[in-house]
C-alpha cells in the first residue's frame, strides 16, 4: 500500500494550489483520511480530514481557505489551498486511519513541499 501526494510547489503569498493523494493498493471504506502538515521545528499537525460519511474537519487557521475533497471511485483525496501564506509552507503529507486524527492514521505518504513566498 502507498499513499503518494503530488502538486506541491513554489507560490506567492496568496496564490493557490492544489495536492492530490492517490492511495494505491488501498481501498477501505472504513478508513478516514486526511491531509497533514510539519514545518521544520514544529511538530506534525492535522489540517483538514475527511471521515468514511465524508464528514470534513478543518483545523481554525486553514478554515475557509483550504477544502479536502475525495474521488472514492480513484482512490484519491485532495486538497484545494486558497489564498495561501507564508505560514502555510511546510510538508504536506496525506494518511489514512480508522479515526480522523493525527494518531488515528496507519499509512503515510512521503510528503510533498509546499512554500509560499511573501
Known amino acids: 500500500v502507498h499513499m503518494v501526494e503530488s502538486g506541491g510547489g513554489s507560490v506567492q503569498d496568496g496564490g493557490s494550489l492544489r495536492l492530490s493523494c492517490a492511495a494505491d493498493g488501498f481501498n477501505d471504506r472504513r478508513y478516514c483520511m486526511g491531509w497533514f502538515r510539519q514545518a521544520p521545528g514544529k511538530e506534525r499537525e492535522a489540517i483538514a480530514t475527511?471521515?468514511?460519511?465524508?464528514?470534513?474537519k478543518y483545523t481554525d487557521s486553514v478554515k475557509g481557505r483550504f477544502t479536502v475533497s475525495q474521488d472514492n471511485a480513484k482512490n484519491l483525496i485532495y486538497l484545494q489551498m486558497n489564498s495561501l501564506r507564508p505560514e502555510d509552507s511546510a510538508t504536506y503529507y496525506c494518511a489514512a486511519g480508522i479515526v480522523a486524527s493525527l494518531e488515528g492514521m496507519d499509512l503515510w505518504g512521503k510528503g510533498t513541499l509546499v512554500t509560499i513566498s511573501s
Open positions: 475527511i471521515d468514511s460519511d465524508g464528514l470534513t
